[in-house]
């Protein structure tokens, strides 16, 4: 007869858990402190762009800047940590039940079902991209503050604004997805099996 978990090891995997549980609870917190810093710091630069307040506008452009880098350091210091507690919650669970908790469950009956059905996407990825794209914003908007008078600059910085959104919409069809990242030849079998349901579209409700 084998001898059951200790108190102990019950202990530690509820304390993993609930560690886990907090960081990823931060991790939106943190992100609602910073979307009220930005959305009062574009306030004040859309303002100080009106009247022709130039220098205002690059101050608050650098300071916007700044708060979007650390924004989007603190949702990855978020994301090692919250894997660090899930690291020690599957250590646990395989002790106790042998089997991890968030490695060890089925997905084979969840099918992807084409734009209104469930993806497999990574909530933490999402807000790091969404922190990324608020740094590379406020980049281009401390350099539109700077060279505004200049017709063709401004042309070069909405050129770059459009690159730029579309490359982050790559990044995040393609690597915000949760579990492994997709290799070429799964990128390529993805694009490809869209495809094929574009032309052939089902007449069945149900797999819309």
Same mark, same amino acid.
Request: proline share 3%; aromatic share 14%; with cysteine.
């Given at each position: 007869?084998? !001898? ?13 858990? /609930?560690?886990? @549980? ?13 979307? #009220? ?12 762009? /009106? @009247?022709?307040?130039? $220098?205002?506008?690059?101050?608050? #452009?650098? $300071? ?11 949702? &990855?210091? #978020? ?5 660090? %507690? !899930? #690291? ?8 106790? $039940? ?17 734009? %209104? ?14 922190? /990324?794209?608020?740094?590379?914003? %406020? ?9 505004? !008078?200049?017709? +063709? %600059? ?13 490359? $982050? ?11 492994? &990242? ?10 490809? @099996?869209?495809?094929? &349901?574009? +032309?052939? &579209?089902?007449? /069945?409700?149900?797999?819309?």
């Amino acid at each position: 007869m084998t !001898e059951g978990p200790s108190e102990k090891e019950k202990l530690a995997l509820h304390l993993a858990a /609930d560690a886990r @549980k907090l960081e990823i609870g931060l991790l939106w917190s943190r992100s609602l402190y910073f979307w #009220g810093i930005l959305t009062v710091l574009l306030a004040f630069y859309g303002a100080a762009i /009106d @009247k022709g307040h130039t $220098f205002y506008a690059t101050l608050t #452009g650098c $300071f916007g800047l700044l708060c979007s880098l650390c924004w989007t350091l603190a949702n &990855r210091s #978020g994301k090692y940590w919250q894997e660090v %507690w !899930e #690291g020690q919650t599957n250590y646990w669970s395989s002790v106790i $039940f042998g089997m991890d908790l968030f490695t060890a469950y089925p997905t084979t009956s969840i099918e992807e079902r084409w734009f %209104w059905g469930p993806k497999r996407f990574s909530p933490s990825k999402l807000q790091m991209i969404v922190s /990324d794209v608020s740094t590379a914003v %406020w980049a281009i908007l401390v350099v539109a503050a700077i060279v505004q !008078e200049c017709v +063709r %600059w401004a042309l070069l910085v909405e050129v770059l604004m459009a690159l730029s959104t579309v490359c $982050f919409s790559v990044v995040i069809l393609f690597y915000a997805r949760s579990g492994a &990242r997709p290799t070429l030849a799964e990128i390529r079998q993805a694009i490809t @099996k869209a495809a094929v &349901r574009l +032309r052939t &579209r089902p007449s /069945d409700p149900a797999d819309f």
